[in-house]
C-alpha cells in the first residue's frame, strides 16, 4: 500500500505538545530550560500560538512578532519544529471594546460579555476583517520560516450565535436552499402543523427556548447551517494561507463526537485531520479496556474522514485534566499503552496539552509534561520520555495506514434527527452509545472498521452496517441497494428510514425510499420498552446463528414481504413474529435487526457475516486490543494488552519494533503491554 508520511521535513512521528512561552517571557532561564528538557523528552514539535492575539496585536494595527521568531529560531535550532496556530479563538478585549458586533449572542437572544473562548461571531464583518489581517500577517511573517510544518486554524471550533448578524445570514442559507421559495421550505418542514406556516423567510429566526423549537426542519436546518458557517470562517482562514504559503498543510482540532459541528463536513477542506483525545481514564466503574475501546472509536472516526492519510492526535494529556468531574492521574503504564494506541488507530503524532503548567487562570492544574515543582525526574516526565524513545523506534511506522474492509455508517445529520425526534423514549434513543456498541464487537474481533457518512462511498468494503439510520438523504438507500447488488453484506437495525433529509416521515412503510424491497420487509409498529420490560430473540433451526438472546429498548413489529426469518420474538403479542431477517439482493444480502439485541446476540450476527464477506476475525483475549497498519510491502501489527495480567496472542512471524526482538506464534504480552510486530507481505 502506498504511504502517506505527514511530514516528510520532519521524517519522524511527531511528540509534541501545545507550548505557551508567552507566559514566560519575563523567565529566560525557564524558556532556556524548556528546550533543553523537550530534547531530553524526544520531543520534536510543538504548537504555539493558539492563544497569543492579545501578545500580537496590543492594540489594534500594533504589531509585535519579534518575541515569536526568537522563540520559533530557538526551537529549530534545536530540532523542534512548528505547528503555528492562528489566534481567533481568543480575542482581545480592545476588539470587544471597540467592536461589541464581535461578541457572541445566545439563543435565548442575549449578548454576551467579553471572556472565555469561542465567544465571538464568526459572521461578523469586523471580527473577520481583524482576523484576516493577523492571518496575512502571520503568513508574512512566519509562512517561510524552515521550522513551520503546519497551519493549525483556531482552536476547538465550537457553538452558535443567534445575533442579527447571524439570523440574517441563515436567511439567506434557506432562501438559497429553498430557492427563494417560502412555500417549498413550508412543506419541508410540515408548517400547517400548529398553525405555524411563514409567508417570507424574513418571518423566520433561529430556534429559541422561549420561541420556535417544535419545528424539527428548522431545528436541523438551523444545525447545518452552523456547520456551514463555521466552515465558512475556517475556509476564509485558510484562504490566506493557500494563497502565501500553499505548500504547508493545514489543520484544524476537533473534539471527541462534538455534537454541535458536522465533522463529515468540515473536514472536507482540511489536509489534516487532528483531535484531542481527553477520556476518563481511572474511572472504578469501567475498565481500561472498555474506555480506551471508546477511545479507539474517535480515533477511527477521524480518521475516517480523510482515509488516504495519517491523522494527528493534537491534544492528549500525560497524567491528568483539570475540567472532568473527577480528575484521576494516569496510573503507571497507562500513558504509555493509550499513546501507542493512537498509533495503531492511525495517527502519526502523539501531542500534548500542554508543556509547561501555567502558574494562573482556568488550566493551572492541567495535566502537562512540567508540573509547577519543575523537576525532570518525576514520574509523568519519565513516562513522556520513555513514550519518546518507543515513539523513536517506531519511526518507519509513519505514513503507514489502516484498511479497512467494513464499514459503520455514522451520521451527524441522522444524530441531530433522532436526538430532535419527539418519538421512541428520550432516555433510551443512545444513537452514539448503539454505534459504539457495534465498534467494539468489530474490536473485540480484531476486525478493522471505518465509521463513515452515510454520503460516502460504499464501493471499498464487503460489510456495511447501518445502525438506526433514522433519515435518510437522497440518493442512499439507492446505494445500499447496488453496493449489496454487487455482494456486499448489508446490515441495518430498528429505526432505519423513518423519515427524509427534511425529517418528513416517509409514507408506504418504514424502512422506506425503497429500503422495504431491499430488506424485504416493513414495519408496523415499533413496541418502546420500560428498563423492566423483557423480550428475546430466539433463531430458527435452520437459520445460521444459534441461540436466544435478550432485546431490550426497542421492538419493532415488521411483516415480511419477501425477506426470510432467521430469528422471532419470544414474548408478548408479537411472539413468534420476525426479529432478524435476512433478503438476497443480487450477488449480496440485506440483514435486517428490528430490536436492540444483547451484544453476544449481534456478535454472533456479526460473524456470520464476515464468514460471508471472507472476513476473518483474529481470536484476542479478553482486554486485548488489535490494530494493523499496512505500509509498502509490510504490515505493522499492534497488540495492546490493558488488563493486569499476563496475555497470550497469536503474532504472524516478525519483529517487535518496540524491543527488536523476533516474535511469531504464541507470544506474551505482559500487564499493560504492547507489541508491535512487523510482518513483510
Known sequence: MKTHPLFPKVNALLHGCDYNPEQWLDRPDILEEDIHLMKQAGVNTVTLGVFSWSMYEPTEGEYRFEWMHKI????????IYTILATPSGARPAWLDEKYPEAMRTNLKRVKNLHGLRHNHCITSPAYRRLVHEMDVKLAEEFGSHPGLILWHISNEFGGECACELCAEKFRTYLREKYHNNIEELNQAWWTTFWSHRFNDFDQIEPPASHGEKSIHGLNL???????????????????????????????????????????????????????????KYGDPDRSLYDISVENAFDHVTMRSFK???????????????????????????????????????????????????GRGSFEQYHGAVMDHLGRSDTRVF????????????????????????????????????????????????????????????FVKNGVEVDLISSEESFADYQVLVAPMLYLLKPGVARRMKEFTEAGGQLLATYITGYVDEHTLCYLGGFPGDGLTELFGLYTEEIDTLFPK???????????????????????????????????????DFYKNTPVVTVNPCGKGKAYYVAARMEASGMEAVLRYLWQQAGIEPKSLPEGVEYHRRLGEGVAYDFYLNYTNEEKTVTTEQGVDLLTGSAVGGKTVLPPLGVIVCRVQL
Not at 476564509?236 to 494563497?243: G, I, S
Not at 446463528?545 to 419477501?562: A, H, M, S
Request: proline share 4%; with cysteine; glycine share 4%.
Open 382 to 441: 519519565r513516562d513522556v520520555e520513555a513514550l519518546g524513545a518507543a515513539l523513536a523506534a517506531l519511526k518507519e511506522v509513519q505514513g503507514s495506514l489502516v484498511k479497512a474492509q467494513a464499514a459503520i455508517l455514522f451520521d451527524w445529520d441522522n444524530r441531530w434527527a433522532i436526538d430532535d425526534a419527539a418519538a421512541f423514549s428520550d432516555k433510551s434513543k443512545k444513537y452514539e452509545q448503539t454505534c459504539i456498541d457495534l465498534f467494539r464487537l
Open 307 to 357: 482515509k488516504d492519510r495519517p491523522i494527528m492526535m493534537m491534544e492528549s494529556v500525560p497524567s491528568l485534566v483539570n475540567w472532568h468531574e473527577y480528575n484521576k492521574p494516569k496510573r503507571p503504564g497507562v500513558h504509555r499503552i493509550t499513546a501507542l494506541q493512537a498509533i495503531a488507530c492511525g495517527s502519526d503524532t502523539v501531542q500534548y496539552f500542554q508543556w509547561r503548567k
Open 72 to 79: 520559533m529560531d530557538d526551537l529549530y535550532k534545536n530540532g
Open 221 to 279: 436546518d438551523w444545525k447545518r447551517f452552523t456547520t456551514v458557517n463555521t466552515r465558512d470562517f475556517m475556509e476564509a482562514e485558510m484562504a490566506v494561507f493557500r494563497e502565501k504559503t500553499p505548500d504547508i498543510p493545514i489543520t484544524t482540532n476537533f473534539m471527541h463526537l462534538y455534537a454541535a459541528l458536522d465533522y463529515n463536513q468540515m473536514a472536507k477542506p482540511l489536509d489534516v485531520i487532528s483531535w484531542d483525545s481527553y477520556p
Open 533 to 571: 420490560d423483557t423480550n428475546g430473540a430466539a433463531f430458527l433451526e435452520d437459520a445460521p446463528v444459534e441461540g436466544t438472546y435478550k432485546v431490550r429498548d426497542y421492538c419493532e413489529i415488521v411483516k415480511l414481504q419477501g425477506a426470510r426469518t432467521l430469528a422471532v420474538y419470544t414474548d
